[in-house]
């Protein structure tokens, strides 16, 4: 295992709190757009295959003699991060996330289907609880979410970074937005960032902020300043000085929510959603019906999918909830592959293009192109064409 916990807990609580300052974000100091951070950048300072995070079997859920019936609760048992209680930046995001009970409230209820998943992987990954928490930070865990820094979904990657931890983007699918695909992701690169900054992890978080390689030039300089290199005593971007305050208060407020007068959401460490295979594309509302929840269920646990369909090319799977995965795949079973989206026969019209075509239909000239077996552009008016459609009004699918 990379990370020894003991020495890491050491090393954090010696250094991981040392301080030049309050660490409070400066208000003259505008928040970094992440988009022009160097790349490539792990690349740049790790070797890719130096780490493959070690899955390891879920414990009972009975260890150690306790029993986490909260996934929230499960998370805090795992919390291993600093406290830094001396850092003013910290017990004010704290105050502050404990004063808006009903914004919390919506948090608790968007990372509902989620958690219990994130708490599996984290302990499969034998990472710190605390990480449950960084969406908090990042979107409001919300898949929507997109920065001005075009970072987007619940774990804010840019295009570039979500490329290349195999984060699938286009016009059908965009793998940042899907909950499922990016935890993945975001957990292997925060597993690399652990390495790289030899298990301090809130130089990781850092990283993960503002980029490595930013963190790396402030480590450099401050050592050759004769100054520590600890997180607080790093000259950072306002938004990365601040990230990581909100992360450490909110774990604050998950430990003791009864001395912030909050109380945690029962939310029950069972899983919320099974992963059903498709064949095929897919029309989501053909998902609902099959699976019988409502669209609005649909697009909260498949988020990534930007379409009325799934991507043709996939991934080709559906996320649904757990007692409904089993009615869904009996239903995809006796659907024929040909009968999962709407097809029309459009006669080509005189002035007529395939990116016309695609536009009036919601769809793409590739797919097109490749359902009638075309090899270029070319079509001739009176001919015909088999076009995949959405099955219901554009206006019942969530974009």
């Given at each position: 295992m990379i990370y020894r916990v003991a020495a890491t807990l050491l090393l954090l609580l010696l250094a991981g709190c040392a301080t030049t300052g309050s660490g409070t974000p400066d208000p003259a100091e505008s928040a970094m757009d992440r988009s022009v951070a160097a790349e490539p950048r792990i690349a740049e300072t790790i070797d890719e295959h130096l780490y493959v995070p070690k899955l390891q079997p879920l414990p009972d859920s009975e260890a150690n003699g306790h029993v986490h019936e909260n996934a929230w609760e499960r998370l805090t048992h795992r919390f291993v991060l600093p406290e830094c209680s001396d850092q003013e930046?910290?017990?004010?995001?704290?105050?502050?996330?404990?004063?808006?009970?009903?914004?919390?409230?919506?948090?608790f209820k968007r990372a509902q289907p989620w958690i219990h998943y994130i708490a599996d992987e984290l302990e499969r990954r034998d990472m710190p609880g605390e990480l449950a928490l960084l969406p908090i930070v990042e979107s409001a865990y919300d898949p929507f979410a997109y920065s001005s820094g075009r970072a987007l979904g619940p774990w804010q990657f840019i295009s570039a970074t979500g490329k290349r931890y195999g984060l699938k983007q286009n016009w059908w699918y965009d793998g940042r937005r899907d909950v499922w695909a990016s935890t993945d992701a975001a957990l292997r690169y925060l597993n690399d960032l652990g390495v790289l900054f030899d298990g301090d992890w809130l130089l990781a978080l850092a990283g993960y902020n503002s980029g490595e390689n930013r963190v790396l030039r402030q480590m450099k300089k401050n050592r050759a300043a004769g100054k520590p290199v600890d997180f607080w005593s790093l000259k950072l971007p306002a938004e990365t000085r601040g990230n990581v305050p909100?992360?450490?208060?909110?774990?604050?407020?998950m430990t003791d929510p009864a001395a912030y007068s909050l109380e945690l959401p029962e939310i029950p460490d069972v899983p919320y959603f099974d992963i059903v295979p498709l064949d095929g594309q897919v029309d989501l509302a053909l998902l609902a019906d099959l699976s019988g929840v409502g669209m609005d269920e649909i697009y909260a646990l498949n988020p990534g999918y930007n379409r009325w369909a799934t991507d043709p090319d996939g991934p080709h799977r559906a996320l649904v909830p757990s007692d409904h995965a089993g009615r869904l795949s009996a239903g995809l079973a006796a659907t024929p592959s040909d009968a999962r989206v709407k097809w029309v026969r459009y006669r080509i019209r005189s002035g007529d293009s395939l990116i016309v075509i695609a536009d009036r239909h919601d769809t793409t000239p590739e797919v097109v192109r490749k359902v009638n077996g075309l090899r270029g552009n070319t079509i001739r008016a009176g001919d015909h064409l088999m076009i995949p459609t959405a099955s219901k009004d554009l206006a019942l699918y969530t974009q």
């Amino acid at each position: 295992m990379i990370y020894r916990v003991a020495a890491t807990l050491l090393l954090l609580l010696l250094a991981g709190c040392a301080t030049t300052g309050s660490g409070t974000p400066d208000p003259a100091e505008s928040a970094m757009d992440r988009s022009v951070a160097a790349e490539p950048r792990i690349a740049e300072t790790i070797d890719e295959h130096l780490y493959v995070p070690k899955l390891q079997p879920l414990p009972d859920s009975e260890a150690n003699g306790h029993v986490h019936e909260n996934a929230w609760e499960r998370l805090t048992h795992r919390f291993v991060l600093p406290e830094c209680s001396d850092q003013e930046a910290n017990l004010d995001w704290a105050e502050w996330y404990a004063a808006r009970p009903d914004y919390m409230g919506r948090i608790f209820k968007r990372a509902q289907p989620w958690i219990h998943y994130i708490a599996d992987e984290l302990e499969r990954r034998d990472m710190p609880g605390e990480l449950a928490l960084l969406p908090i930070v990042e979107s409001a865990y919300d898949p929507f979410a997109y920065s001005s820094g075009r970072a987007l979904g619940p774990w804010q990657f840019i295009s570039a970074t979500g490329k290349r931890y195999g984060l699938k983007q286009n016009w059908w699918y965009d793998g940042r937005r899907d909950v499922w695909a990016s935890t993945d992701a975001a957990l292997r690169y925060l597993n690399d960032l652990g390495v790289l900054f030899d298990g301090d992890w809130l130089l990781a978080l850092a990283g993960y902020n503002s980029g490595e390689n930013r963190v790396l030039r402030q480590m450099k300089k401050n050592r050759a300043a004769g100054k520590p290199v600890d997180f607080w005593s790093l000259k950072l971007p306002a938004e990365t000085r601040g990230n990581v305050p909100k992360l450490l208060a909110l774990s604050r407020i998950m430990t003791d929510p009864a001395a912030y007068s909050l109380e945690l959401p029962e939310i029950p460490d069972v899983p919320y959603f099974d992963i059903v295979p498709l064949d095929g594309q897919v029309d989501l509302a053909l998902l609902a019906d099959l699976s019988g929840v409502g669209m609005d269920e649909i697009y909260a646990l498949n988020p990534g999918y930007n379409r009325w369909a799934t991507d043709p090319d996939g991934p080709h799977r559906a996320l649904v909830p757990s007692d409904h995965a089993g009615r869904l795949s009996a239903g995809l079973a006796a659907t024929p592959s040909d009968a999962r989206v709407k097809w029309v026969r459009y006669r080509i019209r005189s002035g007529d293009s395939l990116i016309v075509i695609a536009d009036r239909h919601d769809t793409t000239p590739e797919v097109v192109r490749k359902v009638n077996g075309l090899r270029g552009n070319t079509i001739r008016a009176g001919d015909h064409l088999m076009i995949p459609t959405a099955s219901k009004d554009l206006a019942l699918y969530t974009q």
